[in-house]
């Protein structure tokens, strides 16, 4: 017998609401935009991008249904215009392969640099590096800094050559989500002000998530997390339970999470707790050792 649950699960329903919560919401806001006043409506666009980027992270993961180019159409809309979704697929996925996480030039999500590069490094790089990695860093500094090494990366010619096809779909699509946005009567520096804000958003989550150990069971960090925040992040913020069965959906991650043993690894209480700890303070030293395995 099929009950209202197990109907709820077995279609994802609720990976669908979120899904229409967002783009149904980013349709209103722009509609309305001259409407709303702008200190509302940026970090209400920021807030909307921001879990846009959560449900990205989700259909990459093969929710909500079993049929990938379903997936991929539902979180292939760019709303946030910087980067091709088909990259962030492939990258996230390499990052997924635990036993290189932190490790620089080989896990794509690593914030730390190899003992060479930092010897090479001038006193001015060096500095921005630290302050990366304090928190209010990562919220300022570190979106301008993942732009700027994404695009240093992707316009070189080898790799232009390499994700011509993704870049072509994402010019498209992306010309398509511009458009609507000047047909509304979007500010462009309003758009984005919200596109820098919903990555300091997104950083604020990835901030804790790994950090480097000669254990690579211990590079992944649980974080507890109030409801506002975990459904935001779509409970991401379980990070270290996400690692371990990246495959269960976003709405059966706290199950998952209260039905193991309690975790004795990485963790912090909230983010609260990684503010005060971390807002000025280093969460770790830039330099990632190569001989840590």
Not at 8 to 37: D, F, K, N, Q, S
Not at 204 to 225: C, I, P, Q, Y
Request: aromatic content about 14%.
């Amino acid at each position: 017998m099929t009950g209202p649950q197990s109907l709820w699960r077995r279609w994802e329903l609720p990976t669908w609401a979120v899904a229409a919560a967002i783009y149904g919401g980013w349709w209103a806001l722009t509609l309305g935009w001259t409407a709303v006043p702008t200190w509302v409506a940026i970090p209400a666009m920021a807030l909307l991008l921001a879990w846009h980027g959560s449900l990205q992270h989700e259909t990459i993961h093969g929710h909500p249904t079993r049929q990938s180019w379903i997936n991929a159409a539902i979180g292939g809309v760019p709303l946030a215009l910087w980067f091709p979704y088909e990259l962030y697929r492939s990258s996230h996925l390499a990052h997924h392969r635990d036993e290189d996480l932190t490790i620089p030039n080989i896990d794509p999500e690593s914030y730390y640099v190899p003992v060479d590069d930092w010897a090479r490094a001038a006193g001015a790089t060096r500095a921005v590096l630290v302050f990366n990695h304090t928190l209010l860093g990562r919220l300022t500094a570190g979106p301008a800094i993942a732009l700027w090494r994404f695009y240093r990366s992707e316009l070189r010619p080898l790799a232009l050559s390499r994700h011509t096809s993704e870049w072509r779909s994402h010019l498209v699509l992306s010309s398509i989500v511009a458009a609507w946005i000047a047909w509304c009567g979007v500010p462009i520096w309003a758009y984005a002000i919200a596109v820098y804000l919903s990555i300091s958003l997104t950083l604020v989550r990835s901030f804790g998530e790994h950090k480097a150990s000669s254990d690579a069971a211990g590079r992944t960090a649980v974080v507890e997390a109030a409801w506002p925040m975990a459904l935001l992040f779509l409970y991401n913020n379980l990070h270290a339970r996400h690692h371990a069965r990246p495959e269960l959906p976003w709405y059966e991650l706290a199950a998952f999470h209260r039905s193991q043993p309690a975790w004795n690894g990485l963790a912090y209480r909230g983010y609260g707790d990684i503010v005060g700890r971390f807002l000025l303070k280093p969460v770790d030293w830039p330099v990632r050792f190569m001989d840590i395995a």
